[in-house]
Each structure stands twice: as C-alpha cells, then as structure tokens.
C-alpha cells in the first residue's frame, strides 16, 4: 500500500506546453485573470532512505546531438522516456567515523539537538531575461545555460517547501538552511520570487515582460499564477555566486542591469508566446522589475522580508551575509559566511579583512561560550580561488583553501559545514596540515538532477561523540501536474547526457557522520 501512495505523489500525468501545436504557432494567447486555487496537503513526504527515484532511460553517451532547448527536439525525447523513472527501494544509512576511529554505542541521554532542512542552488531562472546567455547552452563546461526545467523552477521550488512541510507535520523541523544560489541570475524579480515561495504567496506569477499563458486554462503551464504555502518553519539566507553575479559569474553593473531591463536578447533567451517557450535573439518586451541587485540592495530586500532570515542592519550595510544563530537549549551554533565573489568568477572568495572582522571573532566568541559551531556557505573549502575564473579578476586579498582551512582547523569546537554550489551530493572530511578536522557536507541542487534536499539531524551521543545524520528529500508533485512536468523535464536533461549526475556515491547521500565531541 505504501509503495503504491507514493507512486501517487510522485508520478503525475504530463500536461506540458510542448504537446500545444507546432514550435512555430501561437500559445494559448492572452492570459484570462483569475484567482489560483491552493493545493491539497500532500500524503506523503519521500525520503531517500524510504525509495528512491531511478530514471527509466540510460544516460546517453555521448551526449545527445538533439538539443534539449529545441522544442521539437524536447518532445521527442520526452515521447522515447528520456523523461521517465521508475521507483526503487529506499538507501540505508552509510556511518563514516574519522580514520581509524570507531564510536561506542550511543549513551542512556543521547539526544536530538536540531532537525532542519538543507535547501541548495534553487537557481530560480527569469528565464525571459534579455540578459539570459541560453543559446551558449552545450554538454559539460556550459551545460547551466539552460535547462529545459528553469521555466518550472518556481514550481519545482513550491514542491519542495510543500514536501519539507509536510516532513515537518511527521517529525518537527526547526528550520530551514539554504544553500546559496538562490536566484540565477541576480534579478530582483528571481529574489522575489524565492521569498514568495519561501513565505507563503496567494498569487505568486513567475513571468516577466509579456503576459504569457503558453496553454490556454488556469493551472496547466508555468507561466499560470499558483498560491505558495510557505515554509512552515523559519528559514536562514546564505549567499551564492549567483545571487550577487550576473550568469553566477560577472559582476553587477549599471550597465550590466539596463541590459537586463531592455528590449533586446543578445545571448539568448525564451519566447512564451509560441509552444514549448523556444529560444531566440532579438526584441523582448522590457521589464523594470528585472534588474539586478548590488549586494546592499539585496541585504536590504532580505532583511524586510519577515524576520529578516538571519540578515540585518550590520549586514545591509556591508552588504555581506556574515552572521551566526543559535539553536536555543543546545550548545549549537552556526556561524554562517558569504563566499560569493562580487568581484566576479563563480568561485568562492574569502577575504582576509572578512576573516579578521567577522569569522575569527565569531569562531572566538563561540569556542569562549562553549558553542559547537557548525558552518555554512555557499562555496566547499575546495571551490575557494582568488577571484581569476571566467568574468572576475585577481583580489590580492583573496584566503585560498589551505589557509582558511587552517584558520577553521585551529577551533576544536567546529563539528560540521554546510554547503552547495557544485551540484551534487558530498561527504567529506577537512583535515588541515596542523589542527583540528571536520566533516563538510554539501547538498546536490534543487535545479538540476537529482533535484534533492536533505533533512539533516545533529546528536549528542552522550558518549564523548556527536553524530550527523543527512537524509535525501525528493520533492512530491501530488496534485501538482507543472511541477511533475519540471522533474520530466529535468529528468531528460540529465539522461540526454546535457546536465552532470548529482546523486553521487552511496556513502555521500544517506550518511551518518560521527566526530568527537568538543573537549
């Protein structure tokens, strides 16, 4: 019975804007105004250690020639199950110590500290934009130019804050993490459609520049307004590359910001008034709303919003997501750091004067208080550069990875980091030349394949050990036909070779993670 509930949740007829006539005929005109109707609760939440999602079609290799952002070519991958999956059995917990070390049996008082959500790379998409590089999409080095998913980003994200709720109903959450990228391409409209979804919208329209309504009826394409429940919990902001960076890689400008409120596509972007949304060059109808956010402008819109998710008057002024949050009657503490590089490049940056200032203070602070720190960033320790990539240029100040490695490593009080940015689902353990080591998790996207968050737990063993355990979410699409349209179309993104694999190994999905507790 339980196998076949979930099948209910998760598989969803297609009801796609590629089945309404040819690439070349109109959609289904001029939007009629009317008020979405919210969904039903969901049944069920499925955690990875319950099924998992196995797609029906190999991966292609190579790549296919047929290019997904085509929309001819979309739908006939979609008609030979490029599209399609199958359910397979829940994953088991992999329990990884430190080298050489093995944990005792947990204590008569071990005890639950925190249980919160780990939300990565939403990377919600205007993918209307004149300042959109689409038609550069290509397999591997470019293959996030486009996805044929990004238009149902919105409601893919929706999905996933109604599939984290309803794992809250069953087992309380305290809050929500994100991962940074949350937004795509440092529009205001993209942050304001993140904290729509995130706190809960009546009518929440992910459309810009024309009102499109590519299949004529309520509830049926992207483009169609829905309501957003919102998180049932609290959620924390964390800052990625693509929040402060045109693309996730060049630096915001004046100039860089009248491209994007213009009139005219030069790299590329999508045209919603002819079926399945195809990509083109040329006239756009321009929207003031798409703008793009300098890092105070974007501390300030955060920090209006609700509670302010962990961003306030020191941050709106620096412009920089650097903060901490305790978990109350614990001994936790998270410090969290922003790593995107205004500068440029889609690397990491940490500078020395925000390692002065901000994190050692923080970590001071917390090991004198008695804290156990657990980080959060956008970027993993590996993916920190000195600013040279694509679109930035070299920041003499920049702290490589072995130096804030040892910075960290000098603080026994740091269990765990948490982190996104590459995509996919990763354990491993920082071990610094001199000094402490600690497990850094990072979370795979809620963009692109496998399109999971975790529902991460931290213990006290009450046996000198502390214990982290991360488990799989993928969200549920029950009563929700456009976001199962999203996971087809992300699903032959991956299959058709066009988007990397971010399930990873075993021992990086479902994993308990032990450390010894601080001294």
Known sequence: MRSRLLLSVLVVGFAGALGCGSPDDPGGGAPVPYT???LSPLSLAPLGDELTLVPSHAVSVPAESRKPYEPVALAALLAEGYGDFDLGPGEGHVTVAPPGATPPAPGPNARLLVRFAHLADFQLADDESPARLALFDAPEITNAAFRPQEGHGCRIVNAMVRTVNKVHDTAPLDFVLLGGDNADNAEGVELDWVMAILGGDPRVECDTGADDDPLAGQDNDPKDPFVADGLAVPWYWVTGNHDVLKQGNIPVSDLLSAEATGDSSAGG????????GPLFKGPVVPDAARALLERPALMARIAADGDGHGIGAAQVAS????????????????????TGAESGGSDGLVRQGDVDALLVPALDAAQAEGKWVVLASHHSVGSLSNGVGLGGSEQPDAVLSDAYADVVGAYPNVLYSMVGHSHEHRVRQIAPAAGHAW???????????PHQ????EIW???????MLRATTLDYATEGDPVAAEGRRLGLVDFTAGWCDDGRAQAADRNVELWIAAPP
Do not use: C, H, N
């Open 453 to 456: 968050a975790r529902i991460v």
């Open 319 to 338: 412009g920089k997501a650097y903060y901490t949050f305790d978990v109350p009657g614990t001994p936790l503490r998270f410090v969290v750091l922003d």
């Open 36 to 38: 979405p109707t919210p």
């Open 269 to 276: 972007t999508r045209d919603w008034s002819r079926a399945g």
């Open 439 to 449: 497990w850094e998790v990072m979370t795979s996207a809620v963009a692109d394949y």
């Open 460 to 466: 006290d063993q009450d046996d000198g050990w502390v």
